[in-house]
């Protein structure tokens, strides 16, 4: 089946450090693979996404690109800012259940001034 | 667009009783999905309808869950008989026209059981 593994966290950061959560991801077929960021006390929003491999999704200075031979899609920001405290979910689509995000745990990230 | 929005917010609730929330998807998305949100987890899938129909159910659905949207317009999730394991956030999603877009989510409706 689909299933998705993030880096465990808290992450921790001062502000304009260089942030990486790590994602990868086992699933059948050509998976479209997202980012989802919920904010305390708030829903789920799409921050990126990419559909093939080797496509480089991209938002708000956040990067991730898909990558096939690995099969990862890991976040990163060159420069992260307190406003960017929040739950990372890494998630795919794939195959014949291609309606239903299979996500991960998610990564609390705090960003310290 | 005004987004995918839910309804209550907040709901607390005694064991054994039944309770009721609303999901208003995006206009003309024809996709409503639900999750179910634990502490420290992430969502996973409850069911899907395309317009009026529901089309696929989970096995963490149980016989005491039931989801309707009426008129492929707004969709409610009940729960009967609510149990403390029922405790969770549960998050409504919509999507337009073809399988494999973007699911949208609301802002969730937090249900805890005493």
């Known amino acids: 089946g689909n299933s998705v593994t993030q880096m465990e966290g808290p992450v921790t950061l001062s502000e304009e450090a260089f942030l990486t959560i790590n994602c990868t991801y086992t699933?059948?077929?050509?998976?479209?693979l997202f980012w989802y960021v919920q904010y305390p006390g708030e829903g789920l929003q799409l921050l990126l996404k990419?559909?093939?491999?080797?496509d480089k999704g991209s938002n708000k200075g956040f990067e991730a690109t898909y990558r096939k031979e690995t099969t990862s899609f890991h976040l990163e920001k060159g420069s992260v800012q307190v406003s960017d405290s929040a739950v990372y979910f890494c998630?795919?689509?794939?195959?014949?259940?291609?309606?239903?995000?299979?996500f991960g745990k998610g990564t609390l990230l705090t960003v310290n001034p | 667009d005004t987004g995918v929005s839910q309804n209550p917010r907040h709901k607390i609730t005694k064991r054994g009783q039944n309770v009721t929330f609303r999901c208003d998807p995006i206009?003309?998305?024809?996709?409503l999905y639900w999750y179910r949100q634990t502490l420290g987890q992430g969502p996973e899938f409850l069911t899907y309808?395309?317009?009026?129909?529901?089309?696929?159910k989970s096995r963490l659905l149980s016989d005491r869950f039931s989801a309707e949207r009426p008129k492929g317009s707004f969709s409610t999730l009940e729960i009967q008989r609510t149990e403390q394991g029922d405790s969770a956030m549960y998050l409504c999603?919509?999507?337009?026209?073809?399988?494999?877009?973007?699911?949208?989510f609301g802002p969730g409706t937090r249900l805890l059981v005493l």
């Open positions: 309808f395309q317009n009026e129909a529901q089309l696929e």
């Open positions: 990419a559909t093939k491999a080797d």
């Open positions: 206009s003309e998305h024809n996709r």
């Open positions: 999603a919509s999507s337009p026209g073809a399988l494999g877009e973007t699911q949208y």
């Open positions: 699933a059948t077929g050509y998976p479209s």
């Open positions: 998630a795919l689509l794939s195959g014949g259940s291609n309606y239903k995000l299979t």
